[in-house]
């Protein structure tokens, strides 16, 4: 997949099918791909609740459906190219902008104007409400009047099932009594989790033994 020459890889575990819970959030983006029109949605929450998961899966989805969709990082600069073509986008996600620079911000705010001028969708992801972000007043204002969405926190059920839906598309089946200990014993931050799920995997395809307790314990050190 190519985001218009951008070399940003995207994560292709980070689906709209396996994005748990805020439903309401969900049903706007597929009417979105229904209606195709123009919209901006601002998403905001804590670290591992699925801002870059949600971000990343409508570019995945548009560029599945023959759309032009780009995904950005504001942690990153900015490419200088971007704004020769932001009229051809179909979606652009723009991710994290809580952490933008202060050189940033100016281009940020002009590329979302010209992205809405041009009728693109425009999705938006930080740590907090637009108008608790520390950043210039003018794109606080324009985030502002964005669908603001706060995504759901996980309960270990609900984390436990964005987990599962992962391990499935890898064909792996793993005990729920791993995830308790792992919970219990190592983290409740999904991001964390998914990270310690992917070694124990590679770890396990290695060493060809299955995921246990035990064998957790060897390979996160516990």
């Known amino acids: 997949m190519n985001q218009l020459g951008l070399p940003i890889s995207l994560d292709s575990k980070m689906l709209l099918n396996n994005f748990i819970a805020n ?9 979105l791909f229904l ?9 905001y929450g804590l670290s591992g609740q699925g801002k870059t998961h949600v971000l990343q899966g409508v570019v995945l989805k548009a560029l599945a459906n023959d759309k032009n969709a780009i995904y950005i990082d504001c942690i ?30 100016e281009t940020f705010f002009d590329l979302y104007n010209r992205a809405r001028q041009a009728g693109v969708v425009i999705l938006v992801s930080g740590s907090s409400l637009p108008t608790d972000l520390t950043v ?18 996980l309960n270990d059920e609900l984390t436990m099932e964005v987990l599962n839906k992962q391990m499935d598309d890898r064909n792996l089946t793993i005990d729920s009594k791993i995830y308790e200990y792992l ?7 999904l ?3 998914v990270s310690a799920m992917n070694e124990l995997d590679k770890a ?6 299955a995921i246990s307790i035990p064998f957790v314990k060897t390979v996160l050190q516990l």
């Open 191 to 193: 991001n964390t989790l």
């Open 136 to 153: 210039m007043k003018d794109l606080k204002t324009r985030l502002s009047l964005a669908a603001v969405y706060k995504l759901e926190e």
């Open 183 to 189: 919970f219990k014993n190592y983290s409740r931050d």
């Open 35 to 43: 209606d195709k029109n123009a919209s901006e949605i601002y998403v």
């Open 76 to 105: 990153d600069s900015f490419p200088e190219h971007l704004f020769d073509f932001i009229d051809q986008l179909n979606f652009i996600s723009f991710d994290n902008v809580d952490l933008i620079s202060n050189e940033n911000q």
């Open 23 to 31: 439903s309401e959030l969900l049903n706007l983006i597929h009417q």
């Open 204 to 209: 396990s395809l290695q060493s060809k033994k």
